[in-house]
């Protein structure tokens, strides 16, 4: 697994992984390719049922094992939750994934803010 240099950078791209509608199983959102490093700025969980509160979880699996962020964490109607920010200073290195999922479909969206950074 390659972890880039972060003093000897080539490029930061700036990108926003979006979910719509997430799944009640789980939805990988991002997946660090080989040889990049992602700089996650923020993710944001909004509940667009209007109605009724669902839960999210939020994870990184590395190498197999989950890494939970947040776990069934309740948002209420018409609210949105920040489970990540970018005081965090979170990174996925090659091969991690971020992984969300909601408690019922239909309910949450997603918006995640990050860098995409190559040393090449």
Do not use: F, H
């Not at 209007?50 to 069934?72: C, F, H, L, P, Q």
Request: proline share 2%.
């Amino acid at each position: 697994m390659a972890n880039p240099n972060v003093v000897a950078v080539s490029s930061i791209y700036a990108n926003t992984a979006v979910d719509a509608d997430v799944a009640a199983s789980a939805v990988s959102l991002l997946t660090a390719a080989s040889d990049k490093l992602l700089k996650i700025n923020s993710l944001v969980i909004a509940n667009i049922d209007g109605v009724n509160a669902a839960d999210i979880s939020v994870w990184i699996t590395r190498s197999s094992a989950d890494y939970y962020i947040a776990k069934t964490i309740s948002v209420p109607a018409d609210a949105t939750l920040i489970p990540i920010d970018k005081n965090m200073g979170l990174y996925l290195v090659e091969g991690d994934i971020l992984k969300i999922q909601a408690s019922a479909a239909g309910d949450l969206s997603a918006v995640c803010s990050y860098e995409e950074i190559d040393d090449a």
